[in-house]
């Protein structure tokens, strides 16, 4: 499993790495209005340059552009040759999971997925990450078939 290092910074001169990705969740109390605008902003500063998700109106995502984890399975799929005779399973929890939903043919959020994740899942696992859930689904749903 990949580890990512996440760091809570309040300014820019917190962050004294090279970034692949930024979350930006912005403040409980940010109006509806003041966040469209953030994101108008955010948008049209590096909308071509960069890929830009949003996931609520406090939540966005900045990467690197076209790059996710839907075109990370998307790539792998092309590279294997597979087609639709063979079924594509994804497993998440979390917003940045949305584009691996759209490249697999089922989409199963864990237990503990953020709500809209599970919203357009196309399954659910019984259990959390902690608790092996993708394991249990794996032998549950799809050995056991």
């Given at each position: ?80 040759g597979i087609d639709e005779s063979v ?59």
């Open positions: 499993m990949m580890a990512s290092d996440y760091i809570v910074a309040h300014s820019y001169e917190e962050m004294d790495a090279a970034i692949t990705h930024l979350t930006i969740v912005l403040r409980k109390d940010t109006t509806l209005e003041n966040s469209k605008k953030f994101i108008d902003n955010l948008k049209s500063k590096y909308g071509d340059k960069t890929f830009i998700q949003v996931y609520t109106d406090r939540v966005i995502e900045i990467g690197p552009k076209n790059i996710n984890k839907g075109y990370g399975v998307q790539k792998v799929k092309d590279y294997l079924t594509v399973y994804g497993f998440g929890d979390g917003y940045n999971d949305l584009s691996l939903f759209d490249a697999v043919d089922i989409g199963v959020a864990m237990e503990n997925a953020a709500s809209e994740l599970k919203a357009i899942a196309d399954d659910q696992t019984k259990y959390n990450n902690d608790n092996d859930g993708v394991a249990q689904y794996i032998i549950e749903k799809i050995l056991k078939k």
